[in-house]
């Protein structure tokens, strides 16, 4: 069974379309991240939310909101999306909030969007 | 501020050498935790190790060893007779205690040749 899955795994569309990202972990976590990775593999941390509340939203244009409807999903939806969102999106969670306990974090296998 | 540097972008050995990935850390805080992920060709985010920063006890899993030492702030990451499946790109990450992030490095891609 997928831990951490995410769809779709590939995303292409066009200049200021808006478009939406699913993240699903059925690990019973209470936290859980978006991570986007630029085409130089690196890794940047965008929102975490733990139990549904947003506790991390680093300097992300706010064409970017995350949305948590239970503490087991966190959809990303990208409005307007511009060339340089193109990039590899991870979701991930981990059993408690960071900073309490620093649980590793479990990641789903990506989401390629390519804006064109 | 925490940072993590990798300084190796890419690293290739033949297969059945031994090899070294370093990761240096920045923190200012006591209590903090390190991390090792993999990410292979196929794109996942593999989760290999955490260690705290009170426990410089060193760790073998296998082919796999990490160096923890805060005199230099390292953790490094080696492995003995390395394999074509090894090959990947490694991320060392730091997480303080108080704080919500993980901070991942750069990454070091491996290529492990045949």
């Known amino acids: 069974d997928t831990a951490v899955s995410q769809t779709p795994k590939y995303l292409v569309t066009q200049m200021g379309n808006d478009k939406s990202i699913k993240c699903e972990q059925n690990l019973g976590h209470d936290t859980m991240y978006w991570y986007k990775q630029d085409s130089k593999k690196f890794l940047k941390i965008m929102f975490s939310?733990?139990?549904?509340?947003?506790?991390i939203n680093e300097t992300v244009p706010n064409r970017f909101s995350p949305k948590s409807p239970d503490k087991a999903h966190l959809n990303l939806h990208i409005n307007s999306l511009e060339l340089g969102d193109s990039a590899v999106y991870f979701c991930?969670?981990?059993?408690?909030?960071?900073?309490?306990?620093?649980?590793?974090?479990?990641f789903g296998n990506g989401t390629r969007l390519t804006v064109t | 501020a925490q940072k993590v540097t990798q300084a190796q972008t890419e690293i290739s050995v033949v297969e059945k050498e031994d090899v070294t990935l370093d990761c240096v850390y920045e923190t200012r805080d006591t209590t903090y935790y390190l991390f090792w992920y993999k990410q292979p060709p196929s794109g996942e985010l593999v989760f290999l190790i955490r260690?705290?920063?009170?426990?410089?006890q060193n760790e073998i899993s296998g082919r796999y060893s990490w160096n923890f030492q805060k005199s230099t702030s390292s953790f490094n990451f080696t492995i003995t007779a390395s394999q074509v499946v090894d090959s990947a790109v490694y991320f060392c990450a730091l997480s303080e205690a108080g704080d919500d992030k993980i901070i991942f490095g750069k990454g070091t891609r491996l290529h492990i040749l045949p």
């Open positions: 260690r705290n920063s009170f426990d410089e």
């Open positions: 991930a969670s981990s059993h408690q909030r960071q900073g309490s306990y620093n649980s590793p974090l479990h």
């Open positions: 939310y733990n139990n549904k509340e947003l506790i």
